[in-house]
């Protein structure tokens, strides 16, 4: 079944640092971006970047840089989205999603979420 | 690059049509036909429902349709149905490999 799987639930302190994993079952990983979106409570989705899996190549939005690394694993198909100098309003759900390797391509599969909380 | 404006919520009745409008600039919506719309309900994760401005993914049903005009996209709901009441998030390509959401939207079916 083609689905991503993400690794559960996170409590961290702020100033922490944080490391949500994302499982590709059922297509080639390598084969497509992988996308990180995050929630927070009761807000909108916002973009956080890509990593191609199969060059390891990463993009970040601007508001990220210097706080977020994007890394893979292609031997297990997981890719891994680590998010360091952690502030309360850094608490959200993270969902990993797919896309094609086209310019702009379209999100069409989406993990289950991560919810990490920041808290002192 | 900011959030694309979303109206923060639409209401219909069962049976009728609704549209929800995305604005943004001439820089993402209006310069790319990149946008895309996901329905999310409550505790879910979001679902695409239109891609490429008007593209319907395989299995999502024909009542729901894109447009765009401008710097505008929209997205139609027809023949509203109860288990259409979730959010809907618009997204464009802004160039440089990036990308931006919308606020969202909650549509109710009353």
């Known amino acids: 079944q083609v689905q991503l799987v993400q690794s559960g639930a996170e409590v961290k302190k702020p100033g922490a640092s944080v490391k949500v994993s994302c499982k590709a079952f059922?297509?080639?990983?390598?084969?497509?971006?992988i996308h990180w979106v995050r929630q927070a409570p009761g807000q909108g989705l916002e973009w956080m970047g890509w990593?191609?899996?199969?060059?390891?190549?990463?993009k970040y939005a601007q508001k990220f840089q210097g706080r977020l690394t994007m890394t893979r694993d292609t031997s297990i198909s997981t890719a891994y989205m680590e998010l360091s100098s952690l502030r309360s309003d850094d608490t959200a759900v993270y969902y990993c999603?797919?896309?094609?390797?086209?310019?702009?391509?379209?999100?069409?599969?989406w993990g289950q979420g991560t919810l990490v909380t920041v808290s002192s | 690059q900011s959030a694309l404006t979303q109206p923060a919520s639409v209401s219909g009745s069962p049976g009728q049509s609704i549209t929800i409008s995305c604005t943004g600039t001439?820089?993402?919506?209006?310069?790319?036909?990149?946008v895309s719309w996901y329905q999310q309900h409550p505790g879910k994760a979001p679902k695409l429902m239109i891609y490429?401005?008007?593209k319907r993914p395989s299995g999502v049903s024909n009542r729901f349709s894109g447009s765009k005009s401008g710097n505008t996209a929209s997205l139609t709901i027809s023949g509203l149905q109860a288990e259409d009441e979730a959010d809907y998030y618009c997204?464009?390509?802004?160039?440089?490999?990036?990308?931006?959401f919308g606020g969202g939207t909650k549509l109710t079916v009353l």
């Open positions: 999603s797919r896309s094609g390797r086209g310019v702009g391509d379209w999100f069409d599969l």
């Open positions: 059922g297509y080639t990983f390598t084969g497509y971006y």
């Open positions: 990593i191609n899996p199969d060059s390891g190549g990463t």
């Open positions: 001439s820089s993402d919506v209006g310069n790319y036909n990149l």
């Open positions: 490429e401005v008007t």
């Open positions: 997204c464009s390509y802004v160039g440089s490999s990036t990308f931006v």
